[in-house]
């Protein structure tokens, strides 16, 4: 036999070999590791295109600002060599109009992307460019960085029509593992058993044992139905029922309480405050909870936005930067393993409630 698969395995033609390899690739982009890998490529794929597209389109702008600004010094100076000071009012006209041409030109580069900022970091880095991507795809859109170029709106659009269904299926998915993954910690620590163990009541004592030409015993009627079956094969089921239920737990039947997936919410948001208070200089604890909340909720109104107390200096730039990137992240995925949790206990509540509503018709 092994001969045989040996043989087959051989005989495979290279048409064969690559579908198998699309197969495993397939397969591998679809399960859990993959769609992680692929949401932070993808991610990553944006970031560079954008630090392409709009880093360079800023730093052409912020040069030509500066050559502006110097060329008017130097006109202005040039204005005053020449001309008699004594004659303000030659002068005065000359450097209105030289003023008013550097005004409008300064108004022309605000609307081409000028912000202003010619001797600060630059917002379109890699880590910023990765930030505003996350940002597109989780629909958070703080808005104070946006694409100036006709290249960069259109690649934003086109970018987006992907991003944002990768997105959901990576919260569909890495939430549906974290609620696995939590519930089964849950169960553990708290020593849950199975639900289906709770309905059934306490233990029923064994039957004391009787001749054979008694008839067989019945079960009351709270075990909710009545079963008629010899003792051996009861005592079989109540101790294959017992081993099953302690050596294999059922998570199907485990539920998280609402309050405790509420206090999991709460601790990272205020977790997530303490971290930009200490980032942001001009941020208190309350601010910090308002964006973090703000931004997990994806909401984003732009008005508190990371990096711009600490813009002066590069490497706290990228290094905030990259932080908020990684907590967003991670916040999305907790609070999508947070909902799971809560509408799996919702939807138990509601169909415990209709079984009761069900018995108390059936009762009048």
Do not use: H
């Not at 043989?7 to 290279?14: H, I, M, P, V």
């Not at 954008?50 to 052409?60: D, T, V």
């Not at 009351?220 to 051996?232: F, H, I, K, T």
Request: with cysteine.
């Amino acid at each position: 036999m092994a001969l045989r698969r040996r043989a087959r395995r051989r005989d495979k033609t290279s048409g064969e070999k690559f579908k198998d390899c699309c197969r495993g690739f397939v397969a591998f982009v679809f399960s859990n590791v993959g769609i992680i890998a692929l949401f932070l490529g993808y991610a990553i794929i944006g970031a560079i295109v954008f630090n392409k597209i709009e880093g360079e389109s800023e730093r052409e702008k912020k040069d030509d600002v500066v050559e502006l600004r110097r060329n008017t010094v130097r006109e202005l100076w040039e204005i005053t060599y020449t001309f008699n000071v004594m004659f303000e009012g030659n002068w005065t006209e000359m450097v209105d109009e030289k003023i008013l041409q550097f005004q409008n030109s300064i108004v022309k580069a605000v609307g081409e992307g000028y912000d202003g900022r010619a001797e600060v970091a630059s917002q379109w880095t890699f880590s910023g460019g990765f930030l505003y991507s996350l940002t597109v795809m989780t629909t958070i859109g703080y808005g104070n960085i946006a694409p100036r170029t006709s290249m960069g709106k259109i690649v934003t659009i086109f970018y987006t029509c992907i991003g944002f269904p990768l997105f959901l299926l990576y919260l569909s998915n890495i939430g549906s593992v974290l609620a696995q993954s939590f519930k089964w910690l849950y169960a553990k620590l708290c020593k849950c058993r199975p639900a289906r163990i709770e309905v059934l009541g306490p233990p029923v004592p064994e039957p004391e044992p009787r001749d054979e030409d008694e008839e067989a015993p019945r079960w009351p009627d709270e075990l909710g139905s009545y079963r008629s079956q010899p003792e051996a094969a009861s005592s079989e089921e109540a101790s294959s029922s017992g081993s099953s239920s302690s050596s294999e737990l059922d998570l199907s039947t485990v539920t998280v309480p609402i309050s405790m997936c509420l206090i999991i919410m709460a601790v990272y948001i205020c977790g997530g405050a303490m971290f930009f208070a200490r980032l942001e200089d001009n941020w208190d604890f309350l601010t910090s909870c308002y964006f973090c909340f703000i931004s997990l909720s994806t909401i984003g109104f732009g008005d508190y936005v990371p990096g711009d107390s600490i813009r002066s200096e590069t490497g706290s730039v990228e290094t905030g930067f990259v932080l908020t990137s990684m907590y967003l992240m991670l916040g999305m995925a907790i609070i999508a393993m947070c909902f799971n949790l809560m509408q799996e206990e919702v939807i138990q509540k509601v169909r415990s409630c209709a079984r009761c509503l069900g018995c108390l018709r059936g009762q009048g």
